[in-house]
């Protein structure tokens, strides 16, 4: 399947199959209804999400500052749909935790992060939150992945707003090429779903 030299050369439906097959990851996915979709529709799904992410807001300390800054008018991160920073883990995409944690707060964030639906991805912002910083004491975590697993750590004190879009576009590369479109829709070999259909045709 492709294109040659010359001109288009015909496609027909086993080439796609074939293609599809090959490109699959598991199998096609088993919607409800008995409709089966490639895989490939979770590259779709999963860019769509990048644009309406909704991160949990978590600030703890002064970085929480310039992660407002970047939601006002100058960086303006509604372009990309994450306008809508949400107050409840369970509406929540990811969390952006931002300054540092003490230990009588740390069981907190375990819990809202447990909260979060999967796919949830965590971005840890500034120095305090990556390794405590200059609070190297007893009460404070010495890095919030001690706690929780980060994705994107985004260094400084406090890192600039830029920094943080930076952060928040390597999120949004992860979340493009996140295969979590269909948790817990079962998943069917191909060669099952090429037999249903023989048995269809019949």
């Known amino acids: 399947m492709g294109v040659t030299d010359g001109p288009l050369r015909h496609v027909d439906d086993a080439d796609v199959r074939a293609a599809l097959e090959a490109e699959t990851l598991g199998g096609p996915v088993r ?8 895989v490939q529709i979770e590259r779709v799904l999963g860019f769509g999400r990048s644009f309406s992410f909704w991160p949990l807001l978590f600030g ?6 310039e992660m407002m800054a970047l939601g006002g008018s100058r960086f303006d991160m509604a372009r990309f749909g994450m306008e809508a920073m949400r ?31 999967d796919p949830k991805w965590v971005l840890a912002m500034g120095s305090c939150a990556i390794s405590g910083n200059i609070w190297d004491t007893y ?4 890095g919030i992945d001690s706690l929780i697993p980060v ?9 600039r707003p830029e920094a943080l879009w930076q952060g928040l576009e390597m999120i949004r590369d992860r979340v493009k090429q996140s295969r979590h479109a269909y948790d817990g ?3 069917i070999p191909a060669r099952d779903l090429v037999a249903a259909e023989g048995e269809g045709q019949s």
């Open 31 to 38: 919607l409800p209804g008995g409709i089966a979709l490639p």
């Open 151 to 159: 994705d994107v750590y985004v260094p400084g004190c406090p890192p």
């Open 60 to 65: 703890l300390a002064c970085c929480a500052i």
């Open 87 to 117: 107050a409840s883990p369970r509406q929540a995409d990811g969390m952006i935790v931002a300054g540092w944690c003490t230990v009588k707060m740390a069981p907190r964030v375990v819990r809202l992060y447990e909260q979060i639906p």
């Open 185 to 187: 829709l079962r998943r």
């Open 139 to 142: 009460h404070v975590v010495q």
